[in-house]
């Protein structure tokens, strides 16, 4: 994946919207993987929590509600509920199980 950076350079330049962007990326790229094994997660590569985060906190497959690539289409405050969500699930970890077969259910592989 691009540099975030380079990413909000695309999308203006908001320092606001870059810092989240660079949390949404060390939340899904380090935080919730190192937990993983730990908490015995059936899921443990980045864009799977990614995947999660955003299905949930859309509500539906994220990919139905926003065009893809996530990371360039999502309005501030859709990223913000998902970085939301992965803090969450750091606070919660018990929960991801559930959070995940919710997602899979999004989008009918449950």
């Known amino acids: 994946?691009?540099?975030?950076?380079v990413l909000v350079g695309r999308a203006g330049?908001?320092?606001?919207?870059q810092a989240l962007l660079e949390r949404w990326l060390e939340l899904t790229r380090t935080r919730l993987?190192?937990?993983a094994t730990q908490h015995g997660w059936p899921i443990q590569l980045d864009?799977?929590?990614?995947?999660?985060?955003?299905?949930?906190?859309l509500g539906a497959r994220w990919d139905s509600v926003v065009p893809r690539p996530a990371i360039r289409t999502l309005s501030t405050a859709q990223l913000a509920k998902a970085i939301a969500?992965?803090?969450a699930i750091i606070a919660?970890?018990?929960s991801l199980?559930?959070?995940?077969r919710a997602?899979?259910?999004?989008?009918?592989?449950?």
């Open 1 to 5: 994946m691009a540099d975030p950076c």
């Open 13 to 17: 330049g908001d320092p606001d919207r």
């Open 33 to 35: 993987p190192a937990l």
């Open 47 to 57: 864009h799977c929590f990614m995947r999660v985060c955003l299905d949930v906190s």
């Open 85 to 87: 969500q992965a803090e």
């Open 92 to 94: 919660d970890p018990a």
């Open 97 to 100: 199980p559930d959070l995940n």
């Open 103 to 110: 997602s899979l259910r999004m989008r009918h592989k449950a």
